[in-house]
């Protein structure tokens, strides 16, 4: 694999942001691990942080370079700092960034496909929260969304305390009483796009049964199961901890079944 470290200039934030990609390598002669490329354009799955992390964390807690070796799948890692990946109340537009700017920056510079069937979303918490909702508010883009232990109930989590967290979530999304049936509520979103006539991302669930956010993730379950959507869930025992979103994003992985024997011209 090949890993770059992008620096770029986004116009969409008004500021300078890094992000982390992992590219398909063809290798045979390193030890300990194969790599497999074709020759492009690649599938591409986009891996987003959690609320206290940023581009880099998926590196350097997780085995995610070595897992995705022989799959010949792009990996883009980018840094949303505590946006929620939601054009701001007060702050930058990261909902346009992430599902518009930097894919479009991506395929500018890099051989990544722009096919539907070719791009996936996942994350954890934070950005579990925002892999669905570039699945269920992009449906058109992308084709399938992983949250592992996913900040799923917005309208409710960002009302679950006082003083700094509801102050900094006002700043995120505004008046708190208005996430319920917006955008940027996820169960609204689930419902959009259960009973539209359009395209129905693939989603995959996992949360630990002692997580903080796992009560949120079983309402979100029941509610996009009634909605009859594509849903893959499983739960187990953990916690919100790195031992488990390493466990799982090697079955997000599986789940996607992206075989090596699928890429397009591979070596």
Same mark, same amino acid.
């Given at each position: 694999m090949a890993l770059v470290h992008l620096d770029f200039f986004s116009e969409t934030l008004g500021l300078c942001c890094s992000t982390?990609?992992?590219?398909?390598? $063809?290798? #045979? &002669?390193?030890?300990?691990m194969e790599g497999k490329a074709g020759i492009g354009p690649f599938k591409t799955l986009y891996l987003l942080h959690g609320l206290s992390d940023d581009h880099t964390i998926?590196? #350097?807690?997780? &085995?995610?370079?070595r897992y995705v070796a022989p799959l010949n799948l792009a990996v883009v890692m980018p840094a949303a700092n505590r946006s929620f990946y939601t054009d701001m109340a007060s702050g930058p537009k990261y909902w346009t960034f992430v599902s518009e700017e930097l894919p479009a920056i991506c395929r500018a510079y890099f051989p990544l496909s722009n096919? #539907?069937?070719?791009?996936? $979303?996942?994350?954890? &918490?934070?950005?579990?929260y925002g892999a669905f909702k570039l699945g269920l508010g992009r449906p058109d883009l992308f084709a399938a969304a992983a949250s592992l232990s996913?900040?799923?109930?917005?309208a409710r989590l960002a009302e679950a305390e006082e003083g700094d967290w509801r102050r900094e979530m006002e700043g995120v999304f505004g008046p708190l009483d208005g996430i319920a049936g917006s955008p940027n509520d996820l169960f609204h979103l689930a419902t959009q796009v259960a009973r539209s006539n359009g395209e129905k991302p693939r989603l995959f669930q996992w949360c630990g049964t002692e997580d903080f956010l796992y009560e949120g993730n079983i309402a979100f379950r029941d509610h996009a199961v009634r909605e009859g959507l594509?849903?893959?869930? &499983?739960?187990?025992?953990?916690?919100?901890?790195?031992?488990?979103?390493?466990?799982q994003i090697?079955?997000?992985?599986?789940?996607?079944?992206?075989?090596?024997e699928d890429a397009r011209g591979t070596q």
């Amino acid at each position: 694999m090949a890993l770059v470290h992008l620096d770029f200039f986004s116009e969409t934030l008004g500021l300078c942001c890094s992000t982390y990609i992992i590219l398909p390598q $063809a290798t #045979r &002669s390193q030890i300990g691990m194969e790599g497999k490329a074709g020759i492009g354009p690649f599938k591409t799955l986009y891996l987003l942080h959690g609320l206290s992390d940023d581009h880099t964390i998926w590196l #350097r807690r997780t &085995s995610i370079e070595r897992y995705v070796a022989p799959l010949n799948l792009a990996v883009v890692m980018p840094a949303a700092n505590r946006s929620f990946y939601t054009d701001m109340a007060s702050g930058p537009k990261y909902w346009t960034f992430v599902s518009e700017e930097l894919p479009a920056i991506c395929r500018a510079y890099f051989p990544l496909s722009n096919a #539907r069937e070719d791009t996936f $979303a996942a994350g954890l &918490s934070m950005g579990g929260y925002g892999a669905f909702k570039l699945g269920l508010g992009r449906p058109d883009l992308f084709a399938a969304a992983a949250s592992l232990s996913g900040a799923l109930n917005m309208a409710r989590l960002a009302e679950a305390e006082e003083g700094d967290w509801r102050r900094e979530m006002e700043g995120v999304f505004g008046p708190l009483d208005g996430i319920a049936g917006s955008p940027n509520d996820l169960f609204h979103l689930a419902t959009q796009v259960a009973r539209s006539n359009g395209e129905k991302p693939r989603l995959f669930q996992w949360c630990g049964t002692e997580d903080f956010l796992y009560e949120g993730n079983i309402a979100f379950r029941d509610h996009a199961v009634r909605e009859g959507l594509d849903l893959t869930y &499983s739960e187990g025992p953990g916690g919100h901890t790195w031992d488990m979103w390493d466990a799982q994003i090697e079955r997000v992985l599986e789940w996607l079944d992206i075989a090596p024997e699928d890429a397009r011209g591979t070596q």
